[in-house]
Nanobody, 124 residues
Framework: QVQLVESGGGLVQAGGSLRLSCGAS????????MGWFRQAPGKEREFVAA????????FYADSVKGRFTISRDNAKNTVYLQMNNLKPEDTAVYYC?????????????????WGQGTQVTVSS
């Protein structure tokens, strides 16, 4: 079992930045690929970014490529999402998730453990 807790959400103006953090506990953090997902009101949860166990490989959704950066610190059991040049359409609850699989994936149902989410609101 892995427990995940997100933090760092908030209200920001368009063009601003936020850094989300997700702390993990319970199992060896470096054994898990990590992902960030988001869910806007009335919409399905969608993939945002993913990072491999070592941090050597990353994936991004096209909508955030070039603006968001995922990273991890295995010594601190934490994964981050740096979000720059935020847009109103980035407004959502952001979730981090952990995947035991060897292969880095972007599919929601492949992730085994989820945090409770943190709200990000971008005003225009």
């Amino acid at each position: 079992q892995v427990q995940l807790v997100e933090s760092g959400g908030g209200l920001v103006q368009a063009g601003g930045s936020l850094r989300l953090s997700c702390g993990a506990s319970g199992r060896t953090f470096s054994n898990y690929n990590m992902g960030w997902f988001r869910q806007a009101p009335g919409k399905e949860r969608e993939f945002v970014a993913a990072i491999s166990r070592s941090g050597g490989r990353t994936f991004y959704a096209d909508s955030v490529k070039g603006r968001f950066t995922i990273s991890r610190d295995n010594a601190k059991n934490t994964v981050y999402l740096q979000m720059n040049n935020l847009k109103p359409e980035d407004t959502a609850v952001y979730y981090c998730a952990a995947d035991r699989d060897v292969v880095l994936v972007t599919t929601i149902h492949r992730y085994d453990y989820w945090g409770q989410g943190t709200q990000v609101t971008v005003s225009s």
